[in-house]
């Protein structure tokens, strides 16, 4: 029988006698079946926290140093098991939490992982803003963390003279030793009381002390402000919605911006070719899948080339239908490993992770080792920009998309592409669904000779991908660093 690693988890909690029983009720409904021991420590608590969690018969131990982490370090103390887990008293956890945290420790190098959060109290706005900016966390974070015991213990453990950020210091010390694994899927509720009534000061303390951890390796402040449940009980109502207004706009901007196929605020992308010629490219995502096979056998009945986007687990799953993508003279393009829903905010290793994954793989089922990288949904974040550039990749977004990811049919996918497409588009198709190893595609395979005929009619020339880019240059050499890493020729 296959060892399943013990789990600690700790909780550090100081007057959450409002949020301590909801905290516990959570943990003890987790669905591990391995080892798995709750210990609350009480950090010089002056309510009932300590009362409430002795009752609910998990160990409630007594750090009486206040301070977030001294309370850590004395539940890391005592913690028994192979892994030490961690959250805050006034967070709930799924009930897969303790499972999907250890699924993550077990990847090859992983040391510690770590989450995201959303809010469960609040006004809407609040709550609403926390299922966006919740899900941007990209270090380790103590309220949905995890380590190897062992790894935190050669790591020297927590230091006592870094306070606010204990949880950051310790994540930079650990990545040393192995792999931080941010999982995005492994989402916690947890309390946004300091977002409601002290947001702007808030985002000051963390990100501040955030980028002198980063820069310095030192925090620039030492305590959290002290904001309880009962005080926003008290206040429920005096929400500034222009602080969400603010912050809502902000986030609205980014995303604007991330997920614009044309904008180059974050580096350059390929969106379209020269719109005077009389060129398309067809392009595929998510893929390869069965489906595939069937878009090939029309590709080549019409004498069409096409470049394809794949995704490198549905290329391991799929490796000769690759193989023979490359084979029929099309091109093939990295589309990441796993199709990560929340790419662009991933951090940096797990962004080139993914690219250097499916790079492997690809090259491997087919022997071409991709030039060209679309991000997932085509949404960008200056770093993955910058990483993409770093590998040498040209990113390809497209200018049309008949969203034939959705249930459509294939009279509506066909008559949203001839319609929207002119000169030098870049017709976005699916050819698979990020990762499923079933996806229903019938719909794009039954309008793409429709979609053939009818831009041929109208006089256009299928190409691929490099052939719109060359043409673009033959025309005009001077855009050349719009749609590659290369510099522009001198005359």
């Known amino acids: 029988m296959k060892h399943r690693p013990s789990v600690s988890i700790v909780v550090p909690a100081y007057n959450e006698e409002e949020l301590i029983a909801e905290c516990v009720s959570s943990l003890k409904r987790q669905d591990y079946d391995g080892g798995l021991e709750i210990i609350i420590v009480d950090n010089a608590c002056t309510d009932k926290t300590h009362d409430i969690a002795a009752s609910l018969g998990v160990k409630v131990l007594c750090e009486r140093k206040q301070g977030y982490v001294h309370a850590l370090r004395a539940g890391f103390s005592e913690a028994s098991g192979d892994i030490i887990a961690c959250t805050d008293a006034d967070t709930m956890v799924p009930p897969d939490w303790i499972s999907r945290i250890v699924k993550n420790l077990s990847r090859p190098g992983t040391v510690a992982c770590s989450g995201v959060f959303t809010f469960h109290d609040g006004p809407l706005p609040l709550r609403l803003l926390g299922e966006v900016a919740g899900r941007l966390n990209y270090h380790l974070a103590g309220a949905n963390m995890a380590v190897w015991r062992s790894v935190y213990l050669a790591s020297g453990g927590l230091d006592p003279t870094v306070n606010m950020g204990a949880d950051v210091e310790l994540g930079q010390r650990i990545t040393r030793m192995g792999k931080l694994h941010i999982d995005r899927k492994l ?54 919605m222009s602080r969400f207004a603010v912050a809502a706009c902000a986030i609205a901007c980014f995303f604007f911006v991330t997920e614009n196929t044309e904008n180059k605020l974050f580096g350059s992308v390929l969106a379209h070719g020269q719109q005077n010629k009389p060129l398309v490219a067809l392009t595929f995502d998510d893929g390869p899948s069965l489906f595939t096979q069937q878009i090939l ?195």
Not at 206 to 234: C, E, G, H, K, M
Not at 317 to 325: E, G, Q, Y
Not at 346 to 374: C, H, M, Q, W
């Open 187 to 240: 989402v916690v509720k947890t309390s946004g009381r300091r977002w409601q009534f002290a947001f702007f000061q808030t985002i000051l303390l963390y990100y501040l002390n955030d980028l002198s951890l980063a820069i310095f390796n030192r925090p620039a402040f030492y305590n959290f402000p002290n904001i309880r449940r009962a005080q926003y009980v008290i206040a429920a109502g005096r929400l500034s």
């Open 297 to 491: 056998d029309t590709l080549s009945k019409y004498n069409v080339k096409a470049t394809f986007f794949m995704v490198g687990q549905n290329v391991e799953r799929h490796p000769d239908i690759a193989k023979r993508v490359a084979q029929s003279g099309n091109i093939i393009g990295n589309h990441t490993y796993s199709h990560p829903f929340w790419g662009p905010v991933e951090s940096p290793n797990s962004i080139t992770s993914e690219l250097d994954r499916a790079s492997a793989a690809i090259r491997k089922a087919s022997g071409v080792t991709p030039e060209y990288f679309r991000p997932p949904h085509g949404w960008r974040s200056p770093w993955m920009m910058s990483l993409a550039r770093k590998e040498h990749y040209t990113v390809v977004t497209w200018t049309v998309s008949p969203d034939d990811w959705q249930k459509t049919s294939a009279k509506a996918i066909e008559q949203r592409v001839l319609s929207r497409t002119g000169g030098g588009s870049i017709i976005l198709l699916h050819d698979g669904l990020e990762t499923k190893p079933f996806p229903q595609r019938q719909s794009t395979v039954q309008a793409l000779p429709d979609i053939i005929r009818g831009l041929q009619a109208r006089g256009y020339t299928f190409v691929t991908i490099p052939e719109l880019i060359s043409a673009s240059k033959e025309t005009f050499p001077q855009t050349l660093s719009h749609f590659s890493n290369a510099p522009t020729p001198v005359e």
